[in-house]
């Protein structure tokens, strides 16, 4: 399905152009959907996987624009979404029953989660998903307490936001300075001669070489992860990911609702599923 040609999103811009283009493949009927998505699982048929895929290219856009916040080019973020519905599309089954964009979301979102976090070179697989949590969270948290544009936060803000995620007090301190570092804008004066943050910049620019690795460690951790959760269940993987690849962060109580089952069962197996991803993982990485 590599070879499949999708519509791009330019480095410099065109976002409305993109919106247009994708905006006129149309979007299927369950029928449709249905039969395009038997003729790929059954017998591979190419064209009836690009109409899929096309067809929910606006889904990864609306999901991408959420994560326009992190900083990060636009034209990425819809590019490793859609790398995210290939995935959906190439792992879907449509005799379950669902639609194709209830379980390409998933997909959608834990690819841009792990971009993110890939990007920012703060998280990476092994860390605490109480860090995961907290740097997907902070934002929402302050803004709901109208300090979305405070320095550092106050003492009882801090105990506030850590109280809220159950996580160290030192941890909030710590996420907000360093997401401080990285939203700060480099036309921010920094004297009353007019100087501001680009002014007084060394340029710190890598070689190719340098580039190159990073991006082959980063593109290697996501190969790490997906292949991870492609070794657990339909439930297993659901759990997973809801509670630690998506923004906002699945409780027990919510996805033991969903699933009717109590929150020590969900409990006992997210447990199991990130013992054999993270099993998987460091097989895989010794490898």
């Given amino acids: ?126 860390t605490l998903a109480a860090h995961r949590k907290l740097f997907f969270n902070l934002r929402r948290l302050k803004a709901k307490l109208s300090l979305a544009d405070a320095g550092d936060l106050s003492p009882e803000a801090v105990r506030s936001i850590a109280t809220d995620l159950g996580v160290p007090v030192d941890d909030v301190v710590m996420m907000n300075r360093r997401m401080q570092g990285r939203d700060a804008s480099l036309n921010t004066p920094v004297s009353e001669g007019g100087g501001e943050i680009q002014d007084f910049l060394v340029d710190g620019a890598e070689n190719q070489e340098t580039i190159l690795e990073a991006r082959q460690e980063s593109g290697l951790r996501r190969r790490l992860l997906a292949a991870g959760l492609d070794t657990l269940n339909e439930r297993e993987r659901h759990i997973v990911t809801e509670r630690h690849l998506t923004e906002a962060g699945a409780t027990l109580e919510d996805l033991g609702r969903h699933y009717g089952i109590s929150r020590e069962r969900v409990r006992q197996i997210e447990a199991r599923a990130m013992a054999k991803l993270t099993a998987h993982v460091r097989e895989a990485a010794a490898a």
């Fill in 1 to 126: 399905m590599s070879s499949l040609a999708l519509p791009a999103l330019a480095t410099d811009g065109g976002l409305v152009r993109y919106l247009d283009e994708i905006r006129r493949f149309p979007v299927l009927t369950v029928e449709e959907e249905f039969m395009l998505a038997k003729r790929w699982r059954e017998h591979g048929d190419v064209g009836a996987a690009h109409r899929l895929v096309t067809s929910h290219l606006r889904l990864v856009a609306k999901i991408a624009m959420g994560y326009r916040h992190y900083g990060l080019p636009i034209s990425d973020l819809i590019g490793e979404g859609n790398v995210g519905l290939m995935r959906a599309v190439k792992k879907f089954e449509p005799d379950k029953g669902f639609r194709l964009s209830t379980y390409a979301m998933w997909w959608i979102k834990a690819q841009l989660h792990e971009y993110v976090l890939a990007s920012w070179s703060m998280v990476k697989i092994g």
